[in-house]
């Protein structure tokens, strides 16, 4: 006879109930063959009084396996095990049972492997240089989750709960098209907006639309590096176009037009990512000029329209455009906090149609309740004083910021004092490379984290972004201190990697 | 000299400032070449007096204008608009400025026309089919905002608002390996499973990471629509595999694998969609062997895991996976609500890894709060709960909805109860057709959907699929009277579609 009593175990101080602990275990011995086709099974009343539960335990365990096909039930005659079970086969080195046996796939697939960068040290003493991230300690999450229950709780919220627009919820888009008309100076109609998690998807459904393989979409020879990933992922064929002190050089843009057809021209015509220029105003027309003459599209990520310290901020290219030329993306991941992935993408109509087609593709649709409680957010003025509130903060930090690196560390850095956004663009002196800055910093608790990216066109012009906007006051202090003692030790060391 | 007067005007009603409603007016004049460049603009006083604004206004619009690079302020001399400002071409029929000039591109894009069918009236008083969508007004909506709102409240959430894991927050990923484990049976650690948005995403990754243009995936005849769709979306091969009363063929699958290379085969082994039939147990073990030989992936859709009626529920393929060639999705939006958006993927950890590194290109992660929030839902008890709440709500409609077609309506359809889902898989008779159904329908106030997806295969079973569980007992009975009115003018006229 099978070894039951050995062979099973039931524990009764599982939530599970006793039946089913004990039809899994059946499940088990069938599959492995250690209970084989046409095996009958002990009688009720024998197994119970076996392992000590009651009969109609057994039973329903009989009747569970007989329901799921693992066993057939013939009237007075018993209960066998189903005549066409096969044996499961395991991986032989799966014998000895790992819990965790999945760590390689069965089968091949295509490896994606972008450039994801871990933090090299979880140290809490460790400080992280960054490209530009928002202080979420600034966010004003009670504000937001008081709205978001006040929604929930509202009968007319009811319906936005089943399964919604995948262009996104249409109050958010309502308000979004008349908050970005007075503020952007857009001339939009509510065909022209599809809400989206963030930039990164608004970049990613552009990108998908407007490229196939080979396809030439051009990039600044400094350029946004999870831009680049999008196009690549693509399989386009990426162009750099080399960055002045007034943004991308346009007339080389226009030199290539004349023998190339160009899809697409990627930009970030605020403050360019990474150098933080903004694109001087002429080359913003000749820019739409270009567009409608050679119909490409211009991409358009206004990742920080609303961080601006000298002077109101410039309008898009997007509110200059009457030709349909330009896909203007945008998000509140920087304004408010990255943890509320509320974006938009704005383009003609017939774009955006083609965009919520793909959007229910990939996701299906956005987060109604999020959806809702940002547009009353944005509505009632809560987005507006926020902004009010974190850029007087912003400003401070920056000026700051650049005064210690100006007083302390002129003679390894140089940079602009940038009129917005949450990053400066710091060159550092030829004598030096920043891997050696990386490496030497480590030993101060200072993770300068992927120089290596901003030079992705290897133009060599030695110089990365810091972002200052997420720091304290204190914190300021103390990174500075940390790179003036991480430039100290570096400075006496002469750099191999340069001679 | 240029009519300054007549051409600018102010609103001082309006938030946005005197002098930057000037600055904007002036860029407008600038880019369509009223004021072309070199001209030379009239002094501040000029100007102040001939718009009745202080002098101070118009500095402050010159030096914007400045920053912004359309003009040049020469001391002594004056300001000038800028000598190489071209005028901004305009599209010919937007001469007579429509307010929302975009409805069609400038540039080509490879739309994209996947199947959204929008209903046909938003009529409040029509009743829809669906093919099984959760009431959401069952949905713990209270209980969930005010853990929202808890976790928004702890000092400890705050670096969860900033950017985070592209696998999704590690405190619902390791709530989920647990609940899962024990629930489901798996063998899973934190390293096999990534956050999703729902199952969508789940199968978009899935499908983006095992198919390239031509690989091979094998479906049922019927099979889950939005699952072809996003295999059609990498270009795949789709091959329909029969399916039968146990579910998908697996004879013909190994037949298929001795001759082909398969990559995948999709399967919603716990009740298939469309037809709610259970892969029976042998086939289960048939297919895991096959894929372990033929090392072809199994991507399993366990939509409704959740929802059985009549006997506890069967453990998933990938619970018996011991090679890795299971990829399991599932989700929340049916057990709770679809506007959640939280699902999740398991696999070996290299795909896991892909699949990150993917999920970072579409939308970079997901919302943390949300994935917090359901990690203390899941963890306290609050999702078995309201399983155990709403499984015997639905378990009373799907009997009230089968009584109701048996009693009712048996001469037109023919089904078998299903023992599980939110569905039923409804068999017309043959002397019918859907079309003359769907269009009769229309007069009694009911929408049939669309009935055409779910023969993508033309096999002619001539069915479809009803939700029920998303209507209370007095829709059920409503929806039920218009089926009868329905069938009952349809059977007075010969369908010409069918002879």
Not at 437 to 458: C, E, F, H, M, P
């Amino acid at each position: 006879m099978f070894p039951y009593k050995t062979s099973i175990l039931l524990d009764r101080s599982l939530k599970e109930s006793l039946y089913l602990q004990l039809a899994n275990q059946f499940i088990v011995l069938i599959k492995d063959g250690k209970l084989p086709p046409n095996t009958k099974l002990l009688g009720s009343r024998t197994l119970a009084s076996l392992l000590f539960i009651h009969r109609k335990t057994v039973v329903a365990c009989y009747e569970e396996l007989d329901l799921q096909g693992w066993v057939i039930s013939v009237p007075k005659k018993g209960t066998f095990v189903h005549a066409n079970i096969p044996i499961l086969k395991r991986r032989d080195f799966d014998k000895d049972n790992t819990p965790y046996n999945n760590v390689s796939s069965g089968f091949h697939f295509y490896s994606n492997d972008c450039l994801i960068r871990k933090p090299i040290s979880s140290n809490s003493n460790f400080m992280f240089l960054n490209d530009g991230i928002c202080d979420v300690s600034l966010a004003p999450i009670q504000e937001i989750t008081r709205i978001y229950r006040q929604i929930a709780s509202k009968k007319s919220t009811l319906p936005h709960l089943s399964y919604g627009s995948t262009y996104g919820n249409l109050i958010l888009r309502d308000v979004l098209v008349n908050y970005l008309n007075k503020t952007r100076g857009l001339h939009i109609s509510i065909d022209n907006i599809i809400i989206t998690r963030g930039s990164q998807m608004g970049i990613f459904l552009a990108s998908h639309l407007l490229l196939k393989k080979d396809d030439i979409v051009l990039i600044g020879d400094t350029n946004y590096i999870s831009a680049n990933v999008s196009f690549e992922f693509q399989n386009a064929n990426l162009i750099h176009i080399p960055v002045d002190n007034d943004g991308l050089v346009t007339d080389e843009i226009e030199a290539l037009c004349k023998f190339k057809k160009i899809k697409a021209v990627f930009v970030t015509s605020h403050h360019h990512h990474p150098t933080t220029v903004t694109l001087s105003a002429n080359r913003r027309i000749h820019l739409l000029n270009l567009a409608k003459t050679y119909n490409f599209a211009i991409i358009e990520d206004d990742y920080d329209y609303d961080f601006n310290y000298n002077h109101a901020p410039i309008l898009p290219l997007a509110s200059h455009d009457t030709n349909g030329n330009v896909i203007y993306i945008g998000s509140f991941c920087k304004t408010v906090a990255p943890a509320f992935r509320i974006g938009y993408l704005i383009a003609s109509k017939d774009f955006i149609d083609s965009a919520a087609n793909l959007r229910r593709i990939i996701d299906r649709q956005g987060d109604a309740l999020l959806e809702l409680t940002f547009a009353n957010f944005i509505k009632y003025g809560g987005l507006d004083r926020h902004i009010k509130k974190v850029l007087k903060i912003y400003k401070a930090r920056r000026d700051l910021f650049c005064n210690l690196l100006t007083n302390g560390l002129s003679d390894f850095f140089s940079f602009q004092i940038p009129n917005g956004g949450m990053a400066i663009w710091v060159t550092l002196s030829n004598k030096y490379s920043w891997h050696s800055v990386a490496n030497t910093a480590l030993k101060y608790s200072l993770d300068i984290g992927d120089w290596q990216r901003y030079d992705s066109a290897n133009t060599k012009h030695n110089s990365i972004r810091m972002g200052f906007a997420n720091y304290s006051i204190d914190e300021i202090h103390l990174l500075i201190d940390r790179l003036i003692s991480t430039m100290n030790e570096v400075s006496l060391i002469p750099d191999f990697r340069k001679f």
